[in-house]
């Protein structure tokens, strides 16, 4: 068997799932970013889903939405949707979801852009996981060491990480780039969402010092349990769409997911969990150790001569 063939489509050199709308994908590296709009981009599985909502949080000033579906037209997906449903769809205000590299993200000076890396042990476990629940995948039967075979090759959504990393982290210093981590994140998630507010917009974070109830909202919502019920919730219902009508007016890629996913075997258990444990070293409990050992010399391999070893002093 082939394995990349079945998990993923190759699409202008990026690795994208096998069941993504190509048309929509393409049109993503078309899109024109305006003055103003935010993108919030990470490797598959790094914490994009947890800033997606702290960035919604800060802009909204901790309002929650009347509906937690709302959560995905305030942040569009670029990759999956396209550009012209993504930008038509979204509720301000709001932000862009994208695993784009850098190389191929739509770009402008005037637009930000805020990454989050996460350790390459926890993120293979978490992306191991996220194969196994989305149905799209197929890989509900699927191994482990199947899996870790895939991710270290970057035989898997957006390719290698590192190759995802590198330049994202290298172009950290540009005034329109906020570079941060899942684990400062965990650590510190106050801390974070200050230097978001301040690079988003600095009336926002003179906003937030002033009212500090609603800096704790914000960091209410945003907690861990908050973030996985509403994330959980909003996307089960989105794969369990039986309404013509409903369906007739979902954006192109989302009607695409659908279709594929009708034609496959149903699955017993319908719920989605998107957000899993969230936890720092969850790899340790999973990985054996010559996959870590594997994973360690990767590690030395593609940093070796880049200043991002720090982050792995920190990691390891």
């Known amino acids: 068997m082939d394995a990349s063939n079945r998990f993923i489509l190759n699409v202008e050199g990026v690795n994208i799932a096998a069941f993504f709308s190509e048309e929509c994908f393409r049109s993503a590296l078309q899109f024109k970013p305006k003055p103003g709009d935010v993108f919030v981009v990470t490797y598959p599985k790094c914490g994009t889903t947890w800033m997606q909502n702290l960035v919604l949080n800060v802009m909204r000033r901790g309002r929650t939405f009347e509906r937690p579906s709302d959560f995905y037209l305030a942040s569009p997906f670029l990759d999956q949707l396209g550009a012209e449903d993504s930008e038509n769809m979204m509720i301000h205000p709001g932000c862009y979801k994208t695993h784009l590299p850098l190389?191929?993200?739509?770009?402008?000076?005037?637009?930000?852009y805020i990454y989050v890396a996460r350790n390459l042990k926890d993120c293979c476990v978490s992306f191991y996981h996220h194969m196994k629940n989305i149905p799209g995948y197929q890989f509900a039967d699927g191994t482990f060491e199947e899996f870790f075979d895939l991710f270290i090759k970057g035989q898997?959504?957006?390719?290698?990480?590192?190759?995802?990393?590198?330049?994202?982290?290298?172009?950290?210093?540009?005034?329109?780039?906020?570079?941060?981590?899942?684990?400062?994140?965990?650590?510190?998630?106050?801390?974070?969402?200050?230097e978001v507010a301040e690079f988003i917009d600095e009336n926002e974070a003179r906003y937030l010092e002033k009212n500090p109830e609603v800096l704790e909202r914000i960091l209410h919502n945003c907690s861990f349990g908050e973030?996985?019920?509403?994330?959980?919730?909003?996307?089960?219902?989105?794969?369990?769409?039986?309404?013509?009508?409903?369906?007739?007016r979902l954006p192109k890629g989302r009607q695409h997911i659908l279709a594929y996913i009708e034609g496959l075997p149903k699955r017993k258990d319908n719920k989605i969990n998107f957000i899993r444990r969230g936890?720092?070293?969850?790899?340790?409990?999973?990985?054996?150790?010559?996959?870590?050992?594997?994973?360690?010399?990767?590690?030395?391999?593609?940093?070796?001569?880049?200043?991002?070893?720090?982050?792995?002093?920190?990691?390891?």
């Open 156 to 194: 898997v959504e957006f390719g290698d990480y590192f190759d995802h990393l590198l330049p994202w982290y290298n172009a950290r210093h540009r005034p329109n780039v906020y570079f941060t981590t899942f684990e400062e994140m965990k650590n510190d998630l106050k801390k974070v969402a200050k």
């Open 227 to 248: 973030t996985k019920r509403m994330v959980n919730e909003g996307l089960s219902s989105l794969y369990h769409v039986q309404d013509k009508d409903i369906l007739s």
């Open 103 to 112: 190389h191929k993200v739509p770009w402008s000076d005037d637009t930000k």
């Open 279 to 316: 936890e720092i070293g969850s790899h340790k409990q999973e990985l054996s150790p010559t996959q870590n050992e594997i994973l360690n010399n990767i590690i030395l391999e593609k940093t070796q001569n880049s200043d991002v070893m720090s982050l792995w002093e920190k990691w390891m």
